[in-house]
């Protein structure tokens, strides 16, 4: 079994930077596609950004795209959101999720079988 800690997780003002990381452990980190997902209080949970096993492919949600990167330290089983210019419409439970078995990046939550408890970002003013 694989277990998912995010960490990270605060409150920031508008324009303020945090970043977010999940680590993994239990069974071999890799093959993995990990991804990046976020919740706010009232609305579904939507993808923000995905990143394949060697790092060399990433993807983000279009609100996102410039403001945040997705990256991750196999050696350490880590895998990292750096999140910029954080705007209030960004405040959410953000959610590490991970997949052994996808042969690319997905942006549905379906395709992930590997979840972790959720950190929270606020952005205020």
């Known amino acids: 079994q694989v277990q998912l800690v995010e960490s990270g997780g605060g409150l920031v003002q508008p324009g303020g930077s945090l970043r977010l990381s999940c680590a993994a452990s239990g069974r071999t980190f890799s093959p993995y596609v990990m991804g990046w997902f976020r919740q706010a209080p009232g609305k579904e949970r939507e993808f923000v950004a995905a990143i394949n096993l060697s790092g060399t492919n990433t993807i983000y949600k279009d609100s996102v795209k410039g403001r945040f990167t997705i990256s991750r330290d196999n050696a350490k089983n880590t895998v990292y959101l750096q999140m910029n210019s954080l705007k209030p419409e960004d405040t959410a439970v953000y959610y590490c999720?991970?997949?052994?078995?996808?042969?690319?990046?997905?942006?549905?939550?379906?395709?992930?079988?590997?979840w972790g408890q959720g950190t929270q970002v606020t952005v205020s003013s």
């Open positions: 999720a991970g997949d052994p078995t996808l042969g690319g990046v997905s942006t549905s939550r379906s395709n992930y079988d590997y």
